[in-house]
């Protein structure tokens, strides 16, 4: 069996990602999480997985946990997220540093062959160009969630250089699926027009963005790892189709036939990016099928029983 750490296991992307693992019978996945964002109903109760409660930002904590497993693979995901929350807190964003070192210094120490980071489509800040591409788009932004997005993809890089531990880094966009929480902008969403309550929109809701359904993200990981793509390199995940967040409210309402009324609300005041669209060449190589349109995504929410977990 192919050992695999994922950090954040609790979460909406590490849990599906444990999901995907576990569907193709040779892995044994160990998840930890600290559980500030995560939650316990969302890890799998497959006989080769196992969930840890751990805080990888305590050494103590992982420490113990990869000298004992003896990792092959480690995918680094826990952090602290969401725009509302990464910006009220930023001390607390900033000591994901801490984890990042660990989970380096320890898969050097702990013969890991290759560490997946999760980085994030935020680092690119307010866009230069679109689509935003891994190689030609300068990381800009200043928030302190996307410097240590930053901060993380030179530890991982020096990491490699200096000790030769391979990496892959991952910016992801915005990705949706049945077990995301409604903290983020489609479970909320939908999650309100069930409901038939106010759909709540920043500003006048001509920011775009683009949503890539977690099957896709899985997919593309999984292959990326099974078959040795993009190492020691970077690569978006995230789908290339721009929608206005008022066209994503309207889409919604019409699919679950909802009576919601959109509220527009003053415009958040830092950390609403007006445009955002990965350059997904990279990504739609390695597929090599179609990506999953919003209106099919959406409708397997509505479909799932696992719902906003």
Do not use: W
Request: contains cysteine.
């Amino acid at each position: 069996m192919i050992k695999v750490l994922i950090t954040g296991g609790a979460g909406f992307i590490g849990s599906s990602l444990a999901d995907k693992l576990l569907q193709q019978g040779n892995y044994y996945v160990v998840s930890v999480d600290n559980l500030l964002t995560g939650n316990i109903l969302k890890v799998s109760s497959h006989p080769s997985c196992k969930f840890i409660k751990c805080d990888v930002n305590n050494y103590n904590d992982i420490s113990a946990i990869m000298t004992s497993f003896q990792f092959d693979y480690v995918f680094h995901y826990a952090a602290v997220v969401g725009v509302k929350r990464t910006i009220e807190n930023p001390i607390m964003v900033l000591e994901d540093l801490d984890g990042i070192k660990n989970i380096l210094s320890l898969s050097k120490n702990t013969g890991v062959k290759r560490v997946f980071f999760s980085s994030s489509s935020e680092v690119y800040g307010e866009p230069v160009e679109l689509p935003q591409h891994e190689e030609t788009t300068p990381l800009n932004s200043r928030l302190p969630y996307a410097v240590v997005k930053n901060v993380g993809e030179a530890f991982c890089r020096s990491y490699e250089k200096e000790f030769g531990l391979s990496f892959t880094i991952f910016r992801f966009f915005n990705t949706y699926g049945p077990k995301q929480s409604t903290d983020f902008v489609i479970s909320k969403f939908i999650s309100a027009a069930l409901k038939n309550d106010p759909i709540t929109i920043y500003g006048t809701g001509s920011q775009t963005r683009t949503f890539c359904y977690i099957e896709d993200n899985t997919d593309c990981v999984l292959k990326i790892l099974e078959r040795n793509h993009e190492v020691n390199d970077v690569i978006n995940i995230g789908n290339d189709l721009n929608y206005t967040i008022l066209q994503l409210a309207q889409l919604i309402v019409g699919l679950t036939n909802s009576k919601s009324k959109i509220d527009f609300v003053s415009p958040l005041k830092e950390g609403d990016m007006t445009r955002r669209q990965p350059d997904a060449s990279k990504m739609k190589a390695i597929l090599n099928r179609e990506l999953i349109s919003l209106d099919d995504g959406i409708q397997r929410i509505l479909k799932s029983e696992m719902m906003f977990l």
